[in-house]
C-alpha cells in the first residue's frame, strides 16, 4: 500500500525557514517523479516544485524560485521542500505528491505551514 | 505557463443529475490533462489521467473528453459523495498549472 507522509509544519515567522518532509513507503520510491503542492486557506491548488526519480532534474514555480530547494533521499525513501525566506503568502497546506496527474499518483494528507509574527 | 481555465467556477446540481465541467488551456497539451476531486479538509483525489482514463479504483459515473484545447469532466447519476471540488490540470509542461476549480453543490 502506498503512504506518504509529511512532517515539518507548524509556525514560522516571516523571512524564517523551514523544511518539510514527505517519508514514502509501499513503491519503489527512486522510480518516480515527486512534486508538492501547496493550497492556501480557501483556495485552489498551486503545484509549487517536482523532482525527477534520480534527483538530476527538479522544477519550480516561480513565486518559490529561489527561496525553496526541493530533494530528495532516495536511501531513505524520503522527500524534502527546503522553505528560506518564508513570506505571509506561503501560509498553506503542503501536499506531497507521488506522479502528480498519471496513472496510480497519490497524494499526502497535507500539513499546515503557517507563516505568521 | 501554460493558463488553465475552468468553467463554471460553481454548480448547483440535484441528486440524480448530470453534470460537466469544462477546462480550457491556453495552448495545446496534446491529452496531458488529469481530474481530480477534492473534499473539505482532505486531500485531492486522482480521477482521471490523459484526458479521458480512469485511475483505478474511479467509478464509471465519472468520464472525461478532449477537443483540441478543451476538456470535460462529466459526471453521471450524482450521488451525495460527489458533491465537491473539482480541479483540473495540465501535465504537458513545467510549471504544472491547475485550473481555478469547480465547486458542485447540492441543489
Known amino acids: 500500500e502506498v503512504q506518504l507522509l509529511e512532517s515539518g509544519g507548524g509556525l514560522v515567522q516571516p523571512g524564517g525557514s523551514l523544511r518539510l518532509s514527505c517519508a514514502a513507503s509501499?513503491?519503489?520510491?527512486?522510480?518516480?517523479?515527486m512534486s508538492w503542492v501547496r493550497q492556501a486557506p480557501g483556495e485552489g491548488l498551486e503545484w509549487v516544485s517536482s523532482i525527477t526519480g534520480g534527483g538530476g532534474s527538479t522544477f519550480y514555480a516561480d513565486s518559490v524560485k529561489g527561496r525553496f530547494t526541493i530533494s530528495r533521499d532516495n536511501s531513505r525513501n524520503t522527500l524534502y521542500l527546503q522553505m528560506n525566506s518564508l513570506r505571509d503568502d506561503d501560509t498553506a497546506v503542503y501536499y506531497c505528491a507521488k506522479d502528480l496527474g498519471l496513472p496510480g499518483d497519490y497524494w499526502g494528507q497535507g500539513m499546515l505551514v503557517t507563516v505568521s509574527s | 505557463d501554460i493558463q488553465m481555465t475552468q468553467s463554471p467556477s460553481s454548480l448547483s446540481a440535484s441528486v440524480g443529475d448530470r453534470v460537466t465541467i469544462t477546462c480550457r488551456a491556453s495552448q495545446g497539451i496534446s491529452n496531458y490533462l488529469a481530474w481530480f476531486q477534492q473534499k473539505p479538509g482532505k486531500a485531492p483525489k486522482s480521477l482521471i489521467y490523459?484526458?479521458?482514463s480512469l485511475q483505478s479504483g474511479v467509478p464509471s459515473k465519472f468520464s472525461g473528453s478532449a477537443s483540441g484545447t478543451d476538456f470535460t469532466l462529466t459526471i453521471s447519476s450524482l450521488q451525495p459523495e460527489d458533491f465537491a471540488t473539482y480541479y483540473c490540470q495540465q501535465y504537458n509542461t513545467y510549471p504544472r498549472t491547475f485550473g481555478q476549480g469547480t465547486k458542485l453543490e447540492i441543489k
Open positions: 509501499g513503491f519503489t520510491f527512486s522510480s518516480y517523479v
Open positions: 490523459a484526458a479521458s
